[in-house]
């Protein structure tokens, strides 16, 4: 295990696992927020008077400040640790900044409190200085060596940069000679202190209690003390802006000259050293006036590539008795600094000697080049640690079913192919005769037996298909990201977001998956669980079966009366279980018994011969074999039987006015129109609606009236309206645009309509097409506060 340089003062009292809970609860209070702030102007820094607010104290504060104003999710004991308030952070962060490490916990809903910045960056910095990554470094072990023993360690081993170790080396033996103390734990702590500044000068917090000074247009602060090898670590993204070149730079103002880019690697060849050895030789030479001859000075100016007459105007500063050639530098770099600072509108970030540092908050200087003739370089000084980590919490979500693209971006998710014809439409399902195939890039988010094999799949499959439906072969980090954050946000995945995203940076549309299914859903429908979903669809579906079935039975009833056909309808024409098509089974089964006077069983049939004369003459063909004195009892016999089914012939033919009403019941119901004349009678449709329920409850109605107000409830008729003939055609229209549809709902609800309607209220708004002009750089830039994104 590496050494660790933490000395006792600097430590928090608590550790990251630490539970908290009772520390937290009583800081929580109405006045919290005044508080907070007014810790944080108080912090405690290197000032060696002793006064401040300890950082634990800040500490504690910025996480009663987090659950009081800024968590709204229900609180569970185990809530209460420095490292869940981090994770809870690193989910779910409002802020433009970066955490370099990130902690992979369940996703809580959270507000934009007014100080969430300050609260952010107080819970990182403190888990950071409890963290492993705090406290050592193999640049401390071998400087701490140093000062112990005298000694240098193996040079050979050392991972960094070497030149800057030499140069602490030389300053060791410096401060040595003048007996100011140094060793491990002064180097942590002005690595300590640089964080805590660097916070505050982000902030505009007051650094009163930190040692700042000013010498030669130099600030002196604890980022400056602080080992540059140890400054870039810090728990979040920083960067830095350094004049490029600056005392070649400078010195080009001076003597006339453009060797600025060209000075250290004229050198690197006239030395044959490093680009980082030929910039310490440089600054070692021009500041060694007074140990170095004028001609030796000169030879090495000449080397670096300046003529004769501009050697001489150099000379004349680095061996100026009067004036030391460092002061001359320094002026410039003040200059430089504070024209960089004004006209990048900077607020934020402390100052180095010859550069600025600040924490990354998306925006960057966009104006690199300021008098006089000073250019600046920006470069990240730390870059996130990512690692992929995956779990399955045990959250419960609200809703069965979660699309896992997010709604709003400009992106194809779904296509379907050819449809079948439309079977029915109820209560928010559409159902088609038939199944069809259709592409879906989506995926369920509550689904609770995965691993992460199969969620990197799912998510594979989803990119693979989005690229495939827009027929692209990049897909916009920015969708990538916004995506990957929804999946995290709406799901029980715990996963790190950013590591996902750099995993899929580079996809392959190769692999896409059709699907078929019989039905749409045309409403934003939203179920708690699975069930209610299947029973809402097979409700509807059922819905839907009833009017096939009533549908059915009206093309059937219409064609048998068109033709004149009152013969026997079969019921097996009907789909689904019997129980949900009572009414349908009741009409067919009245029909047949008006008309045939059959009802499920079969009986005997009429003679439906239509001439009295034939049964007539088949009866006295067949009596002739008889003897005479029977001959006239058969035939006497044979016509009263026949006479007896010709009444019921006639009787049957009378109903068949009574079963037409049934197909105008079954036109309300249905809610067909027919054009066949039939007379309406109220009463005989009383009556059938009356006979109707009887065969369905089994139930009977002493009061026809009541037995048709039931039906009429349990079957409400359809009223088909007359549509009015609109003949003023010229003032009909609304044609003011602001009181279009469009001005009237939001995005969100435009999208809940369809894709037709979203398509066209993007066009409405101008929103359907991407600006691709170009923005002058002579104007600022728009600042747009995005989600923290980092698609490295």
């Known amino acids: 295990m590496p050494k660790t340089y933490i000395a006792e003062w600097i430590k928090l009292d608590f550790f990251n696992n630490s539970n908290l809970k009772t520390d937290i609860q009583n800081r929580i209070s109405n006045n919290i927020e005044v508080e907070f702030i007014t810790s944080l102007h108080d912090m405690k820094g290197d000032n060696k008077d002793n006064f401040g ?23 569970k004991d185990e809530y209460y640790t420095l490292e869940m308030v981090k994770g809870f952070f690193d989910a779910n962060n409002f802020t ?13 809903s959270m507000k934009d409190a007014p100080y969430f910045k300050d609260c952010w960056l107080i819970i990182q910095s403190a888990w950071f200085f409890n963290s492993s990554y705090f406290g050592h470094h193999q640049h401390i072990d071998y400087v701490n060596h140093y000062i112990s023993t005298g000694e240098k360690l193996p040079i050979e081993n050392y991972n960094f940069d070497r030149n800057y170790l030499e140069k602490k080396y030389g300053d060791i033996d410096s401060r040595k000679s003048k007996r100011i103390p140094i060793n491990g734990f002064t180097l942590v702590n002005q690595w300590y202190y640089g964080i805590l500044f660097l916070i505050c000068s982000e902030r505009k917090l007051s650094t009163k209690h930190f040692v700042i000074s000013t010498k030669h247009d130099r600030i002196y602060n604890p980022l400056v003390k602080t080992s540059r090898q140890l400054r870039m670590l810090a728990p979040f993204k920083i960067i830095e802006c350094d004049i490029k070149s600056a005392f070649p730079t400078f ?25 980082g050895e030929a910039k310490i030789l440089f600054n070692s030479v021009c500041n060694s006036g007074k140990y170095k001859s004028i001609k030796e000075t000169t030879a090495f100016f000449m080397d670096c590539g300046y003529t004769p007459e501009q050697c001489k105007i150099l000379i004349s500063f680095t061996h100026d008795s009067n004036r030391k050639f460092i002061f001359a530098m320094t002026e410039y770099e003040s200059l430089a600094i504070n024209n960089f600072t004004t006209m990048n509108d900077l607020k934020q970030g ?50 069965a079913y979660i699309n896992s693209i997010p709604r709003g971006l400009n992106l194809i998710s779904k296509h379907d192919f050819a449809k079948p014809e439309v079977k029915g439409i109820s209560n928010g399902f559409k159902f088609y005769k038939s199944k069809f195939e259709y592409i879906s890039a989506s995926f369920n988010l509550n689904e609770y037996n995965i691993d992460y ?23 916009n980090p920015v969708h990538r990201f916004l995506i990957l954050r929804h999946i995290r946000q709406h799901s029980n995945y715990i996963f790190n977001v950013r590591a996902l995203q750099s995993k899929f940076k580079a996809i392959n549309p190769s692999l896409i998956i059709s699907k078929s299914r019989d039905y749409d859903i045309t409403e934003n429908m939203t179920f708690k669980k699975k069930i209610d979903f299947l029973n809402a669809m097979n409700e509807a579906k059922k819905l839907v079966t009833i009017n096939c079935n009533y549908l059915e039975l009206f093309d059937l009833m219409l064609e048998r009366l068109t033709n004149n056909d009152f013969s026997y309808i079969d019921n097996t024409v009907f789909t689904g279980h019997k129980k949900n098509n009572l009414l349908s089974y009741a009409i067919v089964r009245i029909f047949n018994i008006l008309c045939t006077g059959r009802s499920r069983t079969k009986r005997k049939t009429v003679k439906s011969e239509p001439l009295y004369l034939t049964p007539i003459k088949s009866l006295t063909i067949k009596s002739i074999s008889l003897k005479k004195q029977q001959q006239n009892a058969f035939i006497k016999k044979g016509i009263a039987k026949y006479e007896k089914e010709l009444i019921a012939l006639n009787k049957l033919v009378c109903n068949r006015e009574k079963a037409k009403h049934l197909f105008i019941i079954l036109c309300d119901v249905a809610g067909q129109n027919t054009d066949l004349n039939i007379k309406k009678d109220a009463q005989t449709i009383t009556e059938l609606k009356t006979d109707l329920l009887r065969l369905i409850d089994n139930t009977e109605y002493l009061d026809c009236s009541a037995g048709e107000i039931e039906f009429d409830s349990r079957y409400k008729t359809i009223i088909s309206k007359e549509i009015p003939v609109i003949s003023d055609l010229q003032n009909i229209f609304e044609t003011d645009l602001r009181n279009s549809i469009f001005n009237q709902i939001d995005i969100e609800k435009a999208n809940d309509r369809g894709e037709t309607f979203f398509n066209e209220y993007l066009k409405f708004h101008g929103l359907d097409k991407v600006s691709t002009t170009a923005i002058s750089s002579e104007k600022p830039k728009e600042k747009y506060k995005l989600p923290e994104i980092d698609f490295d």
């Open 53 to 75: 607010i300890p950082f634990s104290d800040i500490t504690l504060l910025a996480m009663a400040y987090f659950y009081s104003e800024i968590f709204t999710d229900k609180i």
């Open 96 to 108: 433009p900044y970066t955490a370099i490490h990130e902690i992979d916990v369940v996703f809580v």
């Open 251 to 275: 010195l080009d103002i001076e003597a006339g000259a453009t060797l600025k880019d060209h000075v250290y690697n004229n050198l690197m060849k006239a030395k044959k050293i490093t680009r």
């Open 350 to 399: 402390a100052r180095l000697h010859d550069a600025i540092i600040f924490i990354d908050d998306k925006n960057r200087p966009q104006i690199l080049q300021v008098p006089p003739n000073c250019d600046f370089g920006i470069k990240e000084l730390n870059r996130p640690i990512l690692k992929e980590y995956f779990k399955v919490s045990n959250k419960r979500l609200n809703f």
């Open 453 to 475: 094999y199969q969620f990197i799949g799912k998510c594979t499959i989803m990119f693979n298909t989005l690229l495939a439906l827009n027929n692209s072969s990049y897909l």
